[in-house]
């Protein structure tokens, strides 16, 4: 396959390439900037704002695939006040994407997995009242709408994913280990309540692959590996960082995991088993290792 990965330069994005690539795709990323990472920045490279561009240029000609893992969420937000967040996600989800998958299909893209999230399965009643939650199933539905004969499309509904790849910046990431160890002053551990399901970045490119080559057209799959309290996750974070303890749970906003990003609600409890794994086919039980490698690599750094 020939292959476009729409948000390429990013973990969820720029995994998907680095697999898609080393089962022997040919893979070009894009994105409004080279990627940072240099084994994402090695690869072939397309400039591009979804948003933004007219798409329909003949840029996204002689592609026969495409994955796009570059939808909008609350860390493009902007907080100025310069825009409410159902105007942001309306226009940077529900026109922008389905606007771009049209110039795709136009273009003679034949398959396309769409990367979208678990919310509006798991958390439905969040339709109509979250506006990150709603903007995601109005986009799910319009670009599932454009399945066709000559051009298959289905979407990947993750969870929470956690990855690592070389050379990319992760913040969020560096600031809970350094949280776990005990070393933000001011910042005491515990946990919040409810949990969740998560999937490795490297899970979900396993299923994105198997998804553009055996998916059902204009059907959603609800992805994920390991359900996990927050009070798991997070004492599984500190035995890796080298602080084992057992965390108090609390019902305060969580510094590292606030409110703000738990759309099924605050205190949500998410579990469930994901859907259709004859077909995507993509590894279990990888939360563990995965925390103790990162954690590892970072405590290596510092």
Not at 66 to 93: H, M, Q, W
Not at 97 to 112: D, N
Request: aromatic share 8%; glycine share 8%; hydrophobic share 40%.
């Amino acid at each position: 396959m020939n292959v476009l990965i729409v948000g390429g330069s990013g973990l969820i994005g720029g995994e998907i390439a680095l697999h898609l690539r080393k089962h022997g795709h040919d893979v070009t990323i894009m994105a409004r900037k080279i990627p940072q990472a240099p084994v994402l920045a090695a690869l072939a490279f397309l400039q591009g704002d979804y948003v933004n561009d007219d798409c329909g240029d003949g840029r996204l000609a002689g592609f026969d695939s495409l994955v796009f893992a570059a939808a909008a969420d609350i860390r493009n937000l902007p907080y100025d006040g310069s825009v409410t967040p159902e105007e942001f996600y309306t226009k940077y989800n529900d026109v922008a994407v389905p606007r771009f998958f049209t110039a795709a299909k136009a273009a003679g893209i034949q398959r396309a997995v769409y990367i979208g999230t678990f919310y509006p399965v798991v958390a439905p009643a969040q339709i109509g009242q979250c506006a990150y939650v709603t903007s995601r199933h109005n986009t799910d539905v319009a670009v599932r709408a454009l399945n066709s004969a000559d051009f298959k499309v289905c979407c990947l509904n993750a969870p929470f994913v956690l990855g690592q790849i070389a050379g990319l910046d992760t913040p969020h990431i560096t600031a809970l280990v350094h949280y776990v160890q005990g070393a933000i002053p001011d910042l005491p551990l515990f946990a919040p309540t409810g949990g969740t399901n998560h999937i490795s970045s490297h899970s979900l490119a396993q299923a994105a692959l198997n998804a553009l080559e055996n998916g059902e057209g204009g059907k959603g799959y609800l992805v994920g590996d390991e359900n996990l309290s927050w009070k798991d996750y997070l004492e599984i974070w500190c035995e890796a960082a080298g602080n084992p303890r057992q965390l108090e749970v609390r019902e305060d906003d969580h510094p590292m995991l606030p409110n703000v990003i738990m759309f099924a609600g605050p205190g949500a409890s998410i579990q469930y088993e994901p859907e259709d794994m004859a077909l995507l086919k993509y590894d279990r039980q990888c939360i563990r290792p995965l925390i103790q490698q990162i954690a590892t690599s970072l405590s290596a750094v510092e």
